[in-house]
């Protein structure tokens, strides 16, 4: 699996990603049951509120190798600030159009 992160911009401050990473690297939370090699092609923000630039960022991610989208947990879980996005649906149904069906897209991290 070759996956791309897509993050809260809001989260920049808050969150080094390290937790996201951690994931990959144990192949916990969401990459629990991934028997193969996981290799992280990109970690990126959405672009900011209403994660304007998030399509673009995504449709980067897959011509540099990504055959997965995840989106950080601080999107749809809200980690660490404890507000989760209010665009991630219209994000990740965007991004599912744009990106179609052979790019899988993974709802949180951890």
Same mark, same amino acid.
Do not use: W
């Given at each position: 699996?070759?996956?791309?992160?897509?993050?809260?911009?809001? +989260? /920049?401050? %808050?969150?080094?990603?390290?937790? #996201?990473?951690?994931? !990959?690297?144990?192949?916990?939370?969401?990459?629990?049951?991934? /028997?193969?090699?996981? /290799?992280?092609? &990109?970690? *990126?923000?959405?672009?900011?509120?209403?994660?304007?630039?998030?399509? =673009?960022?995504?449709? /980067? =991610? !897959?011509?540099?190798?990504?055959?997965? *989208?995840?989106?950080?947990?601080?999107?749809?879980? &809200?980690?660490?600030? &404890? %507000?989760?996005?209010?665009?991630?649906?219209?994000?990740?149904?965007? *991004?599912?159009? #744009? =990106? &179609?069906? #052979? *790019?899988?897209? =993974? #709802? %949180? +991290?951890?």
């Amino acid at each position: 699996m070759k996956v791309g992160i897509i993050r809260c911009q809001q +989260t /920049e401050d %808050y969150c080094p990603g390290t937790t #996201d990473f951690r994931m !990959v690297r144990e192949k916990q939370g969401v990459f629990e049951g991934i /028997e193969e090699e996981i /290799e992280i092609i &990109g970690f *990126i923000n959405c672009g900011g509120c209403p994660a304007k630039k998030a399509v =673009l960022r995504a449709r /980067e =991610l !897959v011509k540099r190798g990504a055959d997965t *989208i995840a989106f950080a947990s601080c999107i749809q879980k &809200g980690t660490p600030i &404890g %507000y989760p996005c209010p665009f991630a649906r219209k994000m990740k149904a965007l *991004i599912a159009k #744009d =990106l &179609g069906e #052979d *790019i899988k897209l =993974l #709802d %949180y +991290t951890h």
